[in-house]
């Protein structure tokens, strides 16, 4: 085990943060540290399932190949949150059997990600033993399921401005309430007032947008000319808030 990785670590998951000293030690005994590089893969789709994993450090894209070969960013993945645990559920028979496959792909977005496999098998025989876990899986679950469902609705209904503007306006959320609970964190800071620093690149953005980096650069530019944005760099300063959200109400 990484000498880093402590209890009060997985303590930190959202999925554990409930549970006693004796069954976080129990996880700690049959979960694997990891780091990663950027643009390391943790998994493809089809690739034989082992467990599921936790974000400590960094970020993790999850993604899926088009029959053409285009990528789509499914989810993002920050520290805490759990990512890959479908099959636990989806399919008891084939994760106890080894005939279980993780059903996207998973790949490491800044150097020194650190990530936690928590082994499928143990982890089973533990929720058996802890019913509350198991309801708290399930609903974590459930709201990346929304999640999912809402991004889907947006690329099919929302033209590219309104999804950007939705985009930013959700970071810089994000971003308060984080900075509400700790001073910083990695992936968004909040510098100024009205202003985000993204935590991806814009190839990333424009692939979890659905559409291309021209389309997004264009789209960036159409919001500066308008003195919504200022700035196509990783640092976006929002210069009208109002008019921004206006694009996603």
């Known amino acids: 085990m990484h000498k880093k990785l402590t209890i009060e670590d997985i303590k ?68 805490y949150n759990t990512f890959g645990e479908v099959p636990v559920f989806d399919n008891y028979e084939a994760v106890m059997n080894d005939t279980a496959v993780y059903p996207i792909n998973a790949m490491a977005l800044e150097d020194d990600t650190d990530v936690l496999l928590v082994s499928a098998k143990p982890f089973l025989s533990f929720l058996k033993e802890n019913p509350n876990v198991c309801l708290k899986f399930l609903s974590t679950l459930s709201r990346r399921l929304k999640l999912l469902n809402n991004h889907i609705e947006g690329i099919t209904l929302h033209d590219i401005k309104r999804r950007l503007a939705k985009y930013i306006l959700d970071e810089f959320e994000n971003a308060k309430n984080q900075k509400e609970k700790i001073e910083k964190t990695k992936h968004i800071l909040l510098k100024e007032k009205n202003s985000i620093e993204l935590a991806i690149s814009k190839n990333d953005l424009a692939s979890h947008l659905g559409t291309i980096l021209e389309t997004l650069s264009r789209t960036f530019k159409k919001l500066q000319d308008e003195k919504i944005l200022e700035g196509q760099g990783k640092k976006i300063p929002i210069k009208n808030y109002n008019k921004l959200k206006s694009y996603v109400i």
């Open 12 to 79: 930190k998951i959202q999925l554990f943060s409930d549970l006693s000293e004796n069954d976080l030690k129990k996880i700690y005994s049959f979960s694997n540290f990891k780091k990663l590089k950027k643009g390391e893969i943790l998994f493809f789709d089809t690739e034989p399932f082992t467990g599921f994993y936790c974000v400590l450090e960094g970020s993790v894209k999850l993604y899926k190949i088009s029959s053409e070969g285009r990528e789509h960013i499914v989810h993002i993945m920050c520290p």
